[in-house]
């Protein structure tokens, strides 16, 4: 019922940035928190920052004060803004929402980000 479209990442250097962004589509309901979880190869998928429907935010220590995320209600996306990009923030990003009632998860297709040294 709901679809989830990612863009943005790719290649950076170190000290750079970069903005994913996530569209949803279907059946869209008030209630929901949407995130943004990462997998580094050989490494357990992991929550780097979500956001509730009222604008609640929370982030992973270690890309606390680099990354922000942000969404619109109106336009149903969500966006996560990366600052200060280091080596280890390498992975590939995925984009989630997780409607509160019925509890479902949707997934967007993951986007590759890659930091150079």
């Known amino acids: 019922q709901v679809q989830l479209v990612e863009s943005g990442g790719g290649l950076v250097q170190a000290g750079g940035s970069l903005i994913l962004s996530c569209a949803a589509s279907?059946?869209?309901?008030?209630?929901?928190?949407m995130a943004w979880y990462r997998q580094a190869p050989g490494k357990q998928r992991e929550l780097v920052a979500d956001?509730?429907?009222?604008?609640?935010?929370a982030y992973a220590d270690s890309v606390k004060g680099r990354f922000t995320i942000s969404r619109d209600n109106a336009k149903n996306t969500m966006s996560l803004q990366m600052n200060s990009l280091k080596p280890e923030d390498t992975a590939v990003y995925y984009c989630n929402l997780r409607r509160i009632w019925p509890a479902t998860d949707y997934w967007g297709q993951g986007n590759q980000v890659t930091v150079s040294s």
């Open positions: 279907g059946s869209i309901f008030r209630g929901n928190v």
């Open positions: 956001i509730t429907s009222g604008g609640t935010t």
